[in-house]
């Protein structure tokens, strides 16, 4: 019965992120015109292009591999898993000893490598230009978010993400400089894992600043939309790990009731609302960086999170 | 019982080598060495794995009249020996099975099958070896075979160079192990490694033979700055060897290094876990960056040896500073860390370097510009490789993740160490090997990339034929295993499980009967991993979108020219080369670790000569630390030089002159 119970929980927090991500794209879209003041699309278009995208055929290059085949749906379902990994409305996920929040890293080092392998695969110079500067972006986000869970796992004793969660919200934790660092290197690992500005553009066609889009440009068709859908859980993974890890309040307990559940969810769509508006405000406020920028911004992050972890480890004296 | 059928297996070995000696030009020859090979390697393999699996606490012994004559050799097979014989003939056995189809195209057979299989029996001597003398002799046996399979094509360019290097390195790396031996066997000369066991060295003297352990055993495996050979040596030998030396040979050296420091030396000093854990860290990352700056397909894959070489260091160096600080379950986890590790780069490793060697066999080229497209052509290579790519880069499903996934797991242990250097150096090396992964997974998607996508940059990668069964059959038994000790660790640490309790007297928890095969390797609240799990998630959710899609939406297809932004150009020039790939990386790092600059030069309007673009790298190490050493070897040969055409006067002058001083210093002795 309980593992019924447990089950139904993870099923349902997994519909929720797979149906909330086009919401929060189309949401920060909304809120990123309203402040440009234009009209902006509906809140619901992320939908129904997706809906479109699915329903055309798909349209490959000549000499393109099975791997460009394959890798949208292995993209898709490495970022599907990991994000039914993270809490939302409730902690204690059924599949959450699955993974840990090392793993949780890993899986999505492992959509972006098959997402840069296909980049590669028709062998145009864009996806080779856009595979090449994802995985340098990714050679330091990657080691700067690994020492944000280090923080935090030292802090909680766990790198269960589960455990994170219950340890942020007791008694025992108070205000740390560590924690306010990590929180800071986490949104920078956060900006640029999701090809937002400064690092990257989600707009843009301009062929030289591309970075995600230079990826996928090749794609068509239900391999875009799966692609797309990818890409808004993963925005949406992040932003369910920052409000789990920094702002875990109100979230319930797995054997909560339905009450609690509600509290849960109610307070996670706000945290997402709040999260999003903070995010395109930023992004309307701020310009694009160079490219090689970007490994200053991101040294920036994995000092900060080296610096948080050097701070516990001497603080935990023995 | 598995200690005889081991030393039989070297035995037919041997006789093997001396055969293919005699039968060199038949053309059968090849066949019959590799069969023979293969059958040894899968009987030591089998003899060693069941007595890990079905009496790991025992230990055997046996003792054979030959050697020195007093001493005679001894051989032990115990759990640490056990493992290591598991890892060296797995490696054998798949890479005897390789060379059945590879070897057919050798151009010169009588170079490598002679030393073929006297090279396995060397690797398993060293592990067996009871006593010092045995130890050194057939670690310098294994050497001197590598070097002569280094050495098989040694017109090609370069190969003269590696294989002069490599013995240097390697005579210099056995001088310092015969140091640590005579240190460690004390004035009085016991050998035998149960004797070196019953003594304790004072600590002047630990520390002594811990240095001398890292040189000796540090530069067979690779680890920064002794790794300057191994990207020259390795390529350079046929690709079924530069599997065995890159997969199997570096790792008979970790047991050098394991079987002294842990075993023979005593109780460690905490700061032989920092020096350990430093050295591993900078091997980590300074290995991946060389790899990236490669477009050599194999060096390429040379240098990630190092990287990997560095991560078992560093769990070494965990398990050392924790062993010295009595944390002997923590020790416990750092230890199966690095020796899973061990297992683990051996087969992806190995799997690699078949893939290279099937590209090179097909298409003759190593160079990684001059390939690409593969996949088209060579579809079950492809495959194997890019398995083989996912397992080093550290990525879930496969077997590499679950070893680093167990080495950041100790690292997050170690606040609990007392002293500060190490509260400093444990974060750092958590960084690096953080970097270091994420580093490698760029490298294998230039790797693969450029080899096996895109569009073929030369007619060789355009007519490339797949290669035969028997290298794919090697390849596919390593794929297997890459995904089975990714996703069922839980059997493969438990196997561990006996090593670590002969050498630290702790292990893990048994993982196997846990729930749903998941691995907890310290408590289930701290942290768990399940890869069975995670795979058939992500399976299920990629087949299950797929089948989704392509039933209620569309799976209408057609193919077209590729896109490009509007403007596709058909010439493969136009596509990003493998340098192109790492430039981003080699403007974020390559300042800094290689003083790499770029020059480019574009002429101003109105003139047609070409744009050019200049790059200069220089590597450090050999800079400050080899060039010097050259210079003054050079130096001292050309004084030394004038000697020779000295007149016979000033010869008898000399020799009159020596002897006059050597009675003088008698005298004064005295």
Known sequence: MALIHDALVQLAQLLLMLALAPLLTGYIRKVKAYL?????????????????????????????????????YLIFATTLIAAALVPTFATGLLFSPAADLIAIVALLGTARFALALAGLDVGTSFGGIGASREMMIASLAEPAMLMIVFTLSLLAGSTQLSSVAVFVQGPTIGLRVSLAMALVALIMVAIAENSRIPVDNPATHLELTMIHEAMILEYSGRH????????????????????????????????????????GLVSYVTKLAMGGFLLAVFETATAKMRVFRVSDFLGAALMLGLLATLLLFVSQAA | MALTIVLSCVAVLLGTSALAVAGARSSLTSFFVYGVALAAGACALGAAGAMLVIAPGSAQTAQLPIGLPWLGAHFRLDALAALFLVVINLGSFTSSLYGLGYGRHESSPGRVLPFFPAFLAGMNLV???????????????????????????????????????YLIMASF??????LTFGLLAGPNGGYAFDAIRATTPSAGLSAAVLTLALIGAGSKAGLVPLHVWLPLAHPAAPSHVSALMSGVMTKVAV???????????????????AVVLTLGGISAVLGVLYALMQHDLKRLLAYHTVE????????????????????????????TAALFHVFNHSVFKSLLFFGAGAVLGATGERDMEHLGGLIHR????????????TAISALPPFNGFVSEWLTFQAILLSPQLPQWLLKFIVPAAGAMLALSAALAAGCFVKAFGATFLGRPRRSVAQNAQETDAWSLAAMFILVLLCLVAGILPGYFIDALAPVTQLLLDARLAPQAQLRWLTIVPIAASRSSYNGLLLFVLVAAAGWLGAYVIHRWASHALRRAAAWDCGFPDARPVTQYTAGSFAQPIRRVFGGFAFRAHEQVYIPPPGQIQPAQFHLSMRDLVWDVLYAPIEGVVNFAADRLNQVQSWTIRAYLTMVFGSVVLLLMVLAVWH
Request: charged letters at 15%.
């Open chain 1, 36 to 72: 440009l003041r234009r009209q902006g699309p509906p809140l619901l278009q992320p939908y129904r292009d997706l809906l479109k995208l699915l329903r055309k055929e798909a349209v490959l290059a000549d000499n393109a591999s099975w791997v460009f085949r394959t890798a949208p």
């Open chain 1, 224 to 263: 875009l939309a799966v692609i797309e859908v990818a890409a808004s859980l993963k925005l949406l993974l992040y932003f369910s790990l920052i409000a789990c890890m920094f702002l875990p309040w109100g979230i319930a307990s797995a054997n909560g009731d339905l009450a609690a559940f509600a509290i």
């Open chain 2, 127 to 165: 592990v067996l070896a009871d006593d010092a003398f045995t130890f050194l002799l057939t670690w310098e046996f294994m050497s001197l075979t590598s070097w002569a399979l280094v050495m098989a094509h040694h017109r090609e360019r370069d190969n003269a160079r590696a294989g002069y290097i």
């Open chain 2, 173 to 178: 790396g056995t001088l310092a192990l015969l």
């Open chain 2, 255 to 273: 047991y050098g290094f394991v079987r002294i420091v842990f075993d023979l030396l005593g109780p460690p000093q905490w700061w032989w876990g």
């Open chain 2, 308 to 335: 990997n070489i560095g991560i078992i260091f560093i769990g070494l160096g965990l398990a050392l500073a924790f062993r010295a600080n009595d944390m002997r379950a923590a020790a416990a986890l750092a230890l």
């Open chain 2, 378 to 389: 060579m579809p079950l290579t492809a495959i194997a490789f890019l398995a083989g790519s």
